[in-house]
């Protein structure tokens, strides 16, 4: 069992950074490709970036690309994601992720952390 715990949202005016953070515990975080998903009021949950186990892989959704970082630090059991010029548009729910290499599915998720980007 994996649980996740994300921390670094916020309010940010537009063309602001967030940087988010998830902590992982209860297993062997390194297994795990670990993502990141948001979810805008009234629409439903999207990929956002995913990170390989060892960081040598990342994958963005397009329309994120060249905004958004996603990193890992194995030894602290953290994922991150570094958001850069952010626009309204990018307000959501920011959920972490994380699955066994081999799985197709994400069965370890956070509870969310708020990002809110004013105008």
């Known amino acids: 069992q994996v649980q996740l715990v994300e921390s670094g949202g916020g309010l940010v005016q537009a063309g602001g950074s967030l940087r988010l953070s998830c902590a992982a515990s209860?297993?062997?975080?390194?297994?795990?490709?670990m993502a990141w998903f948001r979810q805008a009021p009234g629409k439903e949950r999207e990929f956002v970036a995913s990170?390989?186990?060892?960081?040598?892989?990342?994958y963005y959704a397009d329309s994120l690309k060249g905004r958004f970082t996603i990193s890992r630090d194995n030894a602290k059991n953290t994922v991150y994601l570094q958001m850069n010029s952010l626009t309204p548009e990018d307000t959501a729910v920011y959920y972490c992720?994380?699955?066994?290499?081999?799985?197709?599915?994400?069965?370890?998720w956070g509870q969310g952390t708020q990002g809110t980007v004013s105008s």
């Open positions: 992720a994380g699955r066994a290499t081999k799985s197709i599915m994400y069965d370890y």
């Open positions: 209860g297993h062997t975080f390194s297994n795990y490709v």
């Open positions: 990170i390989s186990w060892n960081g040598g892989s990342t």
